[in-house]
């Protein structure tokens, strides 16, 4: 049922002061859960969930994906998520905070420019293959060994190894390939404007014009790269990032459909309810009504 807002904080002390790093198994995890299944959640902090040996289902903002060994995960802040497995999973976990990136240098944009972490409901694992896996297990061992060694610039190496992950990670994800190879720079960068104005402004600008205005460019020009980079149409990236918004409030809040709408931009609370039918393929109280706990051996 929808209620008060459930999110997840890092609370883990380091030398006596508060940390924003950790490194977990997914045994240790589904140890503490005591075999119980968690409730769909947020965290206010990245997530890298790598299963080894565990089979069952990561529902990331009302997509489900299937758990596969070597298919890694990666969640940005605020995203819905619940991973559900079976009995004993293996793999790692790594959780991280912006602070974490910031006391190590590694700014802020160098995440953000990565294809891995998306705050969007299409977040894919990234398959990974024998020779990859190898290569990524020696900078996670590191990383996990960094962690629990707690020396005085252990949090550092560990920051270390962690941008050395992401870096591989990143050079084999073609999750939104750009496929003008003559304007890759120009469409990487038009995309990534696009997508941090639908971010922030989903909730006001409905309409491909009001992006095309803010990036001075023409709609029929931002809609053709848009198509050409993501495969949708620039109209149907803004509408997409209001729904998943409505569902994650329908989902975090007890505000009416009315206010949700109101929220998002609608004034006539009708057109909200036919856009979101139109949309999510049912009305907002059929989405709510259909949300129930999955079953499952842990939660992440």
Not at 183 to 196: G, H, I, M, T
Not at 218 to 230: D, H, Q, S
Request: proline share 5%.
């Amino acid at each position: 049922m929808p209620g008060r807002e459930k999110i997840y904080t890092l609370e883990l002390k380091y030398n006596g002061l508060p940390a924003h790093f950790v490194f977990k198994s997914m045994e240790e995890i589904d140890e503490a859960a005591g075999g119980i299944s968690d409730d769909p959640h947020r965290h206010n902090y990245y997530t890298v969930i790598w299963p080894f040996g565990a089979t069952g289902k990561h529902i990331i903002d009302f997509r489900e994906y299937p758990i596969a060994r070597d298919n890694i995960f990666f969640v940005s802040p605020w995203q819905v998520h619940q991973v559900i497995t079976d009995a004993r999973p293996t793999g790692y976990v790594i959780l991280f905070t912006s602070e974490f990136l910031n006391k190590n240098s590694i700014r802020q944009d160098f995440v953000s420019n990565l294809k891995l972490f998306r705050d969007s409901d299409d977040t894919p694992p990234l398959p990974v293959n024998a020779e990859m896996a190898s290569k990524l297990k020696h900078f996670a061992d590191n990383m996990k060994a960094a962690f629990q060694e707690q020396s005085e610039m252990s949090l550092e190496t560990a920051g270390a190894y962690l941008k050395l992950f992401l870096i591989e990670c990143n050079g084999h994800c073609s999750i939104n390939p750009v496929s003008n190879p003559q304007n890759a720079e120009v469409s990487r960068n038009l995309v990534k404007k696009f997508r941090d104005l639908v971010e922030k402004n989903h909730f006001r600008w409905h309409q491909v014009q009001n992006y095309a205005e803010a990036l001075h460019v023409t709609p029929n020009y931002l809609n053709e790269v848009i198509k050409g980079a993501m495969n949708i149409p620039a109209k149907e990236v803004i509408q997409s990032r209001i729904i998943l918004e409505a569902k994650r409030m329908a989902l975090f809040t007890v505000k009416t459909n009315k206010e949700i709408g109101f929220e998002l931009g609608f004034d006539d609370p009708a057109h909200f309810s036919k856009f979101f039918r139109n949309n999510a393929s049912l009305s907002l109280l059929e989405f709510r009504e259909s949300i129930v706990s999955g079953s499952g051996k842990t939660a992440l």
